[in-house]
């Protein structure tokens, strides 16, 4: 396979996951509405370490490590996101 194949593989990879994070990051709104109305804090470290280690498994263990800071940068901007919505 050449270069610019696997290059555009990627681009197209890399479509479906600005769309998965558009969605996700629609659902973080959400969290953040309910968190607000609640009272709850935006860290729920347990369910955090739940996401962490079911991705790290599904990943299996080639991809075991970076799943967990793929996720991990994931819910950081989703954190940031969920603060900025409920310091409005």
């Not at 696997?6 to 629609?26: G, H, N, P, S």
């Not at 309910?34 to 804090?41: P, V």
């Not at 996401?51 to 799943?67: K, M, S, T, V, Y």
Request: glycine fraction near 2%; proline fraction near 1%; aromatic fraction near 4%.
């Amino acid at each position: 396979m050449e270069l610019s194949e696997i290059r555009q593989e990627i681009d197209t990879i890399d479509a479906e996951l600005v769309k998965l994070f558009v969605r996700r990051m629609r659902c973080a709104d959400r969290v953040a509405e309910t968190k607000r109305a609640s009272g709850k804090a935006v860290l729920d470290s347990a369910r955090e370490a739940e996401i962490l280690n079911h991705a790290a498994q599904a990943a299996g263990p080639d991809f075991a490590d970076d799943a967990r800071q793929f996720f991990s940068d994931l819910m950081s901007v989703s954190r940031a996101r969920q603060n900025r919505k409920l310091a409005r």
